[in-house]
């Protein structure tokens, strides 16, 4: 896939930012898990820099990787409102890009239960929100979607049996926001045009920010109103070139 030139310009900002962000990444205690995934069930929110760093993992990898991973992202764009897929990152229980996994990925199973379900609350407000304006245009998002949450998780054990406060989880999480806000205006752009969502961003860059929303419009009325499933299959075929 090509990227936009201004995307490039900004692909080698963030790979400068690469070593202070994974020097950020190195204070969050390193944990061991039992690989259920079950935090894998979607694409995490992620910082303006991380999104930029998973690109640049795309195109490092060889063309066939990218060429499976990219339709992955493009796919989970368009289904995410109908059933829950998972993070296209995710292969095989195994996370294809583990080494630079977001921050929200590593802080899974850290904070507290409280502070976990606070932010669950804030997710889930977020996307009853979503719901409501999408019924709004006639299209009713099934709830078991809109409701899903990955559960609280207990099998996250800190290596060393270290552990670290939500205080200081907040305070890094602020860290690599402040690393993420020198690259202006991405930064405020992937938040204010893409929700903070790679997969809103990739779609964008290929179909154009307009048309992606238009045709997720079209794939997602088409499944849950009249159980059309091959609209998708039909643009992605159209699409082949774009990849
Ligand atoms: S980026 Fe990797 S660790 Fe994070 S949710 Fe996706 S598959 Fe899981």
Redesign the pocket.
Same mark, same amino acid.
């Given at each position: 896939m090509a990227f936009p030139q201004e995307i490039n310009r900004l692909l080698t900002k963030a790979d400068a930012r690469r070593s202070k962000l994974q020097a950020i990444y190195a204070q969050i205690p390193s944990t061991r898990c039992q690989r259920r995934?079950q #935090?894998?069930s979607m694409?995490?929110e992620m910082s303006p820099l991380e999104a930029l760093i998973a690109v640049l993992n795309l195109k490092a990898k060889t063309a066939t990787a990218s060429n499976t991973l990219l339709p992955k992202i493009v796919h989970y764009f368009f289904m995410n409102p109908i059933k829950v897929t998972s #993070?296209p &990152?995710?292969e095989e229980n195994t #996370?294809r890009?583990?080494n630079d996994? &977001?921050f929200g #990925?590593r802080a899974y199973g850290l904070w507290t239960p409280s502070t976990f379900d606070q932010i669950a609350r804030v997710s889930r407000r977020v996307k009853k929100h979503l719901q409501a304006q999408w019924l709004a245009l006639g299209v009713a998002l099934p709830d078991h979607v809109v409701h899903f949450q990955a559960p609280y998780c207990r099998d996250v054990v800190g290596i060393d049996r270290q552990t670290i406060s939500d205080h200081d989880l907040f305070k890094l999480h602020r860290q690599v926001d402040d690393l993420s806000s020198g690259l202006t205006p991405w930064h405020q752009a992937f938040k204010d045009l893409y929700f903070s969502d790679l997969s809103v961003a990739i779609a964008s860059w290929l179909f154009g920010r307009r048309r992606a929303v238009q045709l997720k419009f079209l794939v997602v009325k088409d499944a849950l109103n009249y159980q059309r499933h091959s609209t998708l299959d039909q643009i992605l075929n159209e699409s082949t070139n774009l990849f």
């Amino acid at each position: 896939m090509a990227f936009p030139q201004e995307i490039n310009r900004l692909l080698t900002k963030a790979d400068a930012r690469r070593s202070k962000l994974q020097a950020i990444y190195a204070q969050i205690p390193s944990t061991r898990c039992q690989r259920r995934a079950q #935090c894998c069930s979607m694409l995490p929110e992620m910082s303006p820099l991380e999104a930029l760093i998973a690109v640049l993992n795309l195109k490092a990898k060889t063309a066939t990787a990218s060429n499976t991973l990219l339709p992955k992202i493009v796919h989970y764009f368009f289904m995410n409102p109908i059933k829950v897929t998972s #993070c296209p &990152f995710l292969e095989e229980n195994t #996370c294809r890009i583990y080494n630079d996994r &977001f921050f929200g #990925c590593r802080a899974y199973g850290l904070w507290t239960p409280s502070t976990f379900d606070q932010i669950a609350r804030v997710s889930r407000r977020v996307k009853k929100h979503l719901q409501a304006q999408w019924l709004a245009l006639g299209v009713a998002l099934p709830d078991h979607v809109v409701h899903f949450q990955a559960p609280y998780c207990r099998d996250v054990v800190g290596i060393d049996r270290q552990t670290i406060s939500d205080h200081d989880l907040f305070k890094l999480h602020r860290q690599v926001d402040d690393l993420s806000s020198g690259l202006t205006p991405w930064h405020q752009a992937f938040k204010d045009l893409y929700f903070s969502d790679l997969s809103v961003a990739i779609a964008s860059w290929l179909f154009g920010r307009r048309r992606a929303v238009q045709l997720k419009f079209l794939v997602v009325k088409d499944a849950l109103n009249y159980q059309r499933h091959s609209t998708l299959d039909q643009i992605l075929n159209e699409s082949t070139n774009l990849f």
